[in-house]
């Protein structure tokens, strides 16, 4: 006798452990093989790009950071990044500064790396590498406060330059963390890699195509674990990473386990890359000198009435930028983070338009999911990595 | 092949579509009538590789005929080129057709314009509100949305 079967539709979240934060599914199963899987977003909406045309400059900052809340030195970079270009300052940007962000946002792709791999070890069953990424994330948050005096939202970097310059002996903290990576990466591999509850968890689930990759906008990690040689560091530099050396690690597995071998080996990467930063960094003003657009250093402003004046201007009505718009983009940690402004002569942007890496890369889940098993759904949703602060926006 | 080539080459396969280049900031911006925008996406992503539609949104220039733009961020990653192309939509019926058929990546981007700007994309699989919830009345994103909300006390700005 053949056996009537018909589907079941279940909801998954917002309100469940493994979706990240306030993500949505809607499950069609049959059986336990996903038919059709249906992302919802938009609870943690906060009408960022609306909130910023009423803003000026230098007030979207600190929006930024609650964007991808887990790497906020990389949206930081960003928008600053989207606003000197605007402005045609780019190449007035002090070496020192440069440094700076480079090493900070660098520390962020750790940070956001770690947090990524610990929440999608967490939800395949493996506790422990959760509590040791947060022991390293603890020494980051711990630099993160050093610098800016918060540990997540840091809203350190300015128009032009940095909020302050680094503390007194950070350097060599964040150096003596950035040796130490390459043996805690190892640390990780030692728990995962060689795991046979972990390869059967990752080989082969969550599968895509470079075509079909590219084709769903797809960039950062994700991408380059289908064989796609691409990294904005490197082919569109910005803020000095042509200065440096680094390799950009790239697999052709298309799958949950070389995702996760690609953020790996970019922490390796990352690591290198803070330690050459810091030997090349030399003392030097962190604040570009534009007197009309950029603060002025903190000590001149209780020193000298001209820049009391331009502080105080800049301050309460911001600056004017020329007309025009302007595309910037930075690898973030989950992929390409671009701003798109559009100025119209006023001390506010007239429309800003964030491209978040989390909100295209989810759009690739349902072709992911779809055929395979209810608990491939939690391992692509960890391989993902997405943030919903930035989706939502 | 730098922009000029290829904005030449777009003039002369599409000579009556293309309205406005503009090179700001070393970026160029061309500027096309919506119409035939599929077969201009078409002609950008298989003549000249642009695979990645890095971005796609909507503008709401209030004011000026016709109201709103929409703005086509594509790159490249074979030659790590650059290069934005915008459609005007008039106010009255606003639309214009997907991209969703060129670049799979158009659909939730189209989806968020429809949903914050109000722009309709004709033959678009799957046109719902993203962000906003589904019995929102109205388009957040527009200029003459107000800042709070409808039925509040409009922004007054920052007080200190």
């Known amino acids: 006798m053949a056996a009537n079967t018909e589907t079941m539709t279940i909801n998954m979240g917002p309100q469940h452990p493994s979706t990240h934060g306030v993500l949505q599914l809607i499950l069609e199963l049959d059986g336990e093989i996903v038919v059709k899987a249906t992302p919802h977003i938009g609870f943690l909406h906060r009408g960022i790009e609306k909130l910023s045309e009423h803003r000026t400059y230098h007030q979207t900052i600190p929006l930024t950071d609650r964007l991808d809340y887990l790497a906020p030195m990389s949206n930081n970079l960003g928008y600053v990044l989207a606003v000197e270009k605007l402005l045609g300052i780019t190449d007035e940007i002090p070496e020192r500064v440069q440094r700076i962000r480079v090493i900070m946002t660098e520390l962020t792709r750790l940070k956001s790396h770690l947090v990524w791999l610990a929440c999608h070890a967490l939800d395949i069953g493996a506790m422990t590498v959760f509590l040791y990424c947060f022991r390293e994330r603890e020494c980051i948050t711990d630099i993160y406060e050093k610098v800016s005096g918060a540990r997540m939202t840091s809203n350190y970097f300015r128009v032009g330059g940095l909020a302050d310059d680094l503390p007194d002996g950070l350097e060599g903290e964040i150096r003596t963390f950035a040796e130490s990576i390459p043996a805690h990466v190892e640390e990780y591999e030692g728990l995962l890699t060689g795991n046979r509850i972990w390869q059967k968890r990752t080989i082969g689930v969550g599968e895509i195509s470079a075509e079909a990759a590219i084709d769903i906008g797809i960039t950062g990690p994700a991408l380059r674990a289908t064989g796609v040689d691409w990294d904005l560091r490197r082919d569109n530099p910005y803020s000095g990473y042509d200065d440096y050396e680094f390799e950009v690690p790239v697999r052709k597995g298309c799958d949950t386990f070389d995702r996760y071998r690609v953020r790996l080996d970019e922490m390796r990467q990352s690591a290198l890359i803070i330690i050459q930063a810091l030997d090349k960094l030399k003392p030097g003003p962190i604040l570009a000198d534009c007197p009309k657009v950029v603060l002025p250093p903190k000590k001149d402003v209780v020193n000298n009435i001209e820049s009391l004046i331009h502080h105080f201007k800049i301050v309460t009505e911001g600056f004017k930028t020329e007309p025009g718009e302007i595309y910037q983009s930075v690898e973030a940690p989950k992929g390409e983070l671009g701003f798109y402004l559009i100025a119209d002569g006023s001390a506010y942007p007239f429309r800003m338009k964030i491209r978040p890496p989390s909100f295209v890369n989810l759009q690739g889940l349902p072709q992911m999911v779809e055929g395979k098993l209810l608990a491939d759904v939690i391992a692509v949703i960890g391989t993902l990595d997405i943030v919903l602060g930035e989706i939502d926006r | ?160």
């Open chain 2, 1 to 160: 092949m730098s922009d000029q080539v290829i904005v030449e080459k777009l003039k002369e396969k599409f000579s009556s579509e293309v309205l406005n280049i503009v090179e700001f900031r070393g970026e160029t911006t061309v500027t096309v009538k919506k119409e035939q925008i599929v077969d201009i996406c078409t002609f950008m992503r298989d003549d000249f590789g642009y695979n990645l539609l890095c971005d796609l949104c909507g503008v709401d220039y209030l004011g000026k005929a016709p109201r709103f733009m929409v703005v086509y961020n594509l790159y490249n990653i074979t030659t790590k080129q650059r290069i934005r192309i915008k459609a005007p939509v008039e106010e009255q019926d606003a639309n214009i057709d997907t991209v969703s058929t060129v670049w799979g990546t158009a659909n939730w981007h189209e989806r968020e314009c429809w949903d914050l700007l109000g722009i309709k994309f004709n033959n678009h699989p799957d046109l719902r509100r993203i962000l906003m919830p589904a019995d929102w009345e109205g388009h957040p994103l527009r200029k003459d949305y107000p800042l709070q909300g409808p039925d509040r006390e409009p922004y007054k700005g920052r007080l200190s």
